[in-house]
């Protein structure tokens, strides 16, 4: 079977979630990761989505993190002060993802502005839970498209810290800390690993033991593909 | 209070140069509220919100704030927020101050705000740029000694949410997604909760929570108040809204447009 990039990536980002794991998870792609990693081989895993629903179980996937499906299928509702202070605060959850405008090398983060802080030329949303969850969670999952304009040498803002990444799911591989620094430890099936390197905008590292990732098999595509977005034809 | 009209209630409760927040994390978000308050032409508003939403897209949009308190100001699942980036970026329609928190941190500061605290306090903002950008402090755990942060608690002048329903004595009953809505009414000096219908009494229903009469300044009927939010059990959000917005946003004549047919002339202020 054929699958496009995103397909990969949250197919690859979904075989890292352990049955039983505590996510925090987000919109878009980590969204669709968890969810197929319950759908698949991890139906005891714990999606959280930080609007304060624990334990959802959506039957689409929502357009965002507080859609009324995810209340409706969750084990428990909490507030949000109570999600933060008890839940992430409180140290209950295993992993989060992260996506971001920029990541270094260190797998630090930008989700604040592109530009200068006063004078942006790109005002993005803001760190919203990231800063807390970076270093709150237990391991760390980035996932984010390979671009120069997205691995970068140095970022225009520190929104969260690098210290728990432990792995960064791309639409071409997979890098994870190696010696200090992210390595490419993983190419995509067909990826040519100067097209990685290329797509870094610091002198990525290949890691001794880099492999190829495993193609997504025709179980994981199908699970994949029933799961759409709600509102979506 | 009794239950009131939403324009008098915000006429009365909502002044130009006030500190305002009208919250509710996805759902719940009090929108025909921000209407109202922007037909009523309020200026120089220092507005509050984790998520500012296309409510404070509008209202920013339309010249109604001076300064933005928020944690993430983005279209969930879509994209960017036009109005604010234009104001960030660009000044327009007016120079807009920004103070922006992590979720964590505006979470903290709304239950020091409900809490009669002068300050949040939670293990965050450390390391990184933001520390230097916002408003927070270092402290140190007077126990053990650990280094922690502080941050400023919310109390607005005006706190506004949405709710399912109230009795019409002006109890107020809201369930599913709880965000800080009632952190906000209770942070606040001046409330307003506008709610889709009045009922005779407030049957329980599961994970409900009741704002008691007396802690809020004024209830309105607002039926679908609070479109293209959702209220739990009345509406679901209007997804392909939200994403309409994103087009109908990114142009300033094309927004003026919209909010001159929509808002500005739905109703008389």
């Known amino acids: ?62 357009l965002s993190i507080g859609d009324g499906e995810l209340a409706e299928t969750a084990d428990a509702v909490v507030t949000v002060p109570e999600m933060f202070a008890y839940w992430l605060q409180g140290g209950r959850i295993d ?28 005002r993005l949303p803001g760190g919203g839970g990231a800063p807390e969850i970076a270093l709150g969670v237990r391991d760390v999952f980035v996932m984010l498209r390979h ?26 591989g997979v890098l994870e800390p190696r010696d200090g620094e992210l390595a490419l430890t993983q190419l995509h099936p ?25 193609p997504p098999t025709e179980d994981e595509l199908h699970a994949l593909r029933s799961l759409r977005t709600k509102g979506e034809a | ?45 220092t507005l509050i919100r984790m998520t500012p939403d296309i409510v404070y897209d509008q209202m920013i949009g339309m010249g109604c704030a001076r300064k933005l308190v928020f ?7 879509v994209g960017s927020l036009h109005r604010l980036r234009d104001a960030v970026e660009n000044g327009w329609p007016a120079p ?7 979720h964590a941190g505006m979470a903290a500061a709304w239950a020091a705000g409900a809490s009669n605290l002068p300050f949040g306090v939670l293990r965050g903002y450390r390391g990184g740029d933001l520390p230097a950008r916002t408003r927070v402090a270092r402290i140190a755990c007077p126990f053990t000694g650990e280094e922690l942060a502080a941050v400023p608690a919310h109390r607005p002048d005006a706190g506004i949410v949405h709710a399912q329903r109230a009795d019409r004595l002006g ?61 739990h059990g009345y509406y679901d959000r209007d997804n392909d809204f939200y994403r309409a917005w994103d087009a109908i946003s990114r142009d300033r004549d094309a927004f003026r447009a919209w909010m001159d047919e929509h808002v500005l002339g739905a109703v008389p202020a």
């Open chain 2, 1 to 45: 209070m009794a239950i009131v009209p939403l324009n008098d209630a915000i006429r009365e409760l909502v002044r130009d140069g006030d500190t305002v927040a009208l919250e509710g994390f996805t759902h719940l978000i009090p929108h025909a509220a921000g209407h109202e308050i922007i037909r009523q032409g309020r200026r120089n508003l």
């Open chain 1, 147 to 172: 671009s120069r304009r997205a691995f970068v040498e140095k970022l225009d803002f520190t929104t969260s810290l690098g210290d728990h990444v432990r792995v960064v799911v791309t639409d071409l």
């Open chain 2, 171 to 231: 109890n107020v009953q809201l369930w599913g997604i709880l965000g800080v809505q009632k952190e906000c009414v209770l942070a606040s000096a001046r409330s307003i909760v506008t709610v889709e219908e009045v009922v005779d009494e407030l049957t329980p229903v599961p994970g409900a929570i009741v704002l008691p009469s007396w802690v809020v300044g004024a209830v309105c009927v607002a039926p679908r108040g609070a479109h293209p939010s959702y209220a």
């Open chain 1, 1 to 62: 079977m054929t699958y496009t990039a995103d397909e990969v990536m949250a197919v690859e980002a979904a075989r890292r979630i352990g049955d039983g794991t505590v996510c925090f998870v987000g919109i878009g792609l980590p969204s669709l990761a968890a969810n197929l990693a319950r759908r698949t081989h991890a139906p005891r895993s714990v999606l959280v989505y930080e609007s304060g629903t624990i334990g959802s179980k959506p039957y689409e996937l929502p």
């Open chain 1, 95 to 122: 992993v989060g993802f992260l996506g971001a405008a920029q990541i270094d090398r260190h797998g630090n983060l930008n989700s604040t502005v592109i530009g200068d802080y006063d004078r942006p030329a790109v």
């Open chain 2, 71 to 77: 944690s993430w100001g983005g279209n969930p699942g």
């Open chain 2, 96 to 102: 807009l101050e920004v103070e922006e928190h992590s």
């Open chain 1, 190 to 214: 067909g990826v040519d690993p100067e097209r990685a390197r290329e797509a870094t905008g610091w002198d990525l590292r290949l890691a001794r033991d880099v492999r190829e990732t495993d």
